[in-house]
Nanobody, 127 residues
Framework: QVQLVESGGGLAQAEGSLRLSCAAS????????LSWFRQAPGEEREFVAG????????NYADSVKGRFTISRDNAKNTVYLQMNNLKLEDTAVYYC????????????????????WGQGTQVTVSS
């Protein structure tokens, strides 16, 4: 049984930082592209950042480039999202997701290709 469990969400002030973690189990972790998505109230779920199985390829949404960093530790079956210089518009539920489709510098596999999803963690940024 595959499980993705996010943690690290919470309340942060604008210009502050948070670090999200997603611990995976039940899958061959290094074989999967791992990505973070987010969904704000009334909005569609959107791609935030993704990383290839080896960690060598990363891709970011334009809205978070230069502020967020995705990384992974295959020995710990964990993917991270370091979020710096947070903005009010970063407020959302953040989900990690896994797919066997490859990620490239041009973009992420479409949302429908992600087979496994975590339950989400709330990030709230206040002024």
């Amino acid at each position: 049984q595959v499980q993705l469990v996010e943690s690290g969400g919470g309340l942060a002030q604008a210009e502050g930082s948070l670090r999200l973690s997603c611990a995976a189990s039940g899958l061959t972790f290094s074989a999967y592209t791992l990505s973070w998505f987010r969904q704000a109230p009334g909005e569609e779920r959107e791609f935030v950042a993704g990383i290839s199985g080896s960690g060598g390829v990363k891709n970011y949404a334009d809205s978070v480039k230069g502020r967020f960093t995705i990384s992974r530790d295959n020995a710990k079956n964990t993917v991270y999202l370091q979020m710096n210089n947070l903005k009010l518009e970063d407020t959302a539920v953040y989900y990690c997701a896994a797919t066997t489709f490859a990620i490239s510098y041009r973009g992420s596999p479409p949302l429908r290709n992600y087979r496994y999803w975590g339950q989400g963690t709330q990030v709230t940024v206040s002024s």
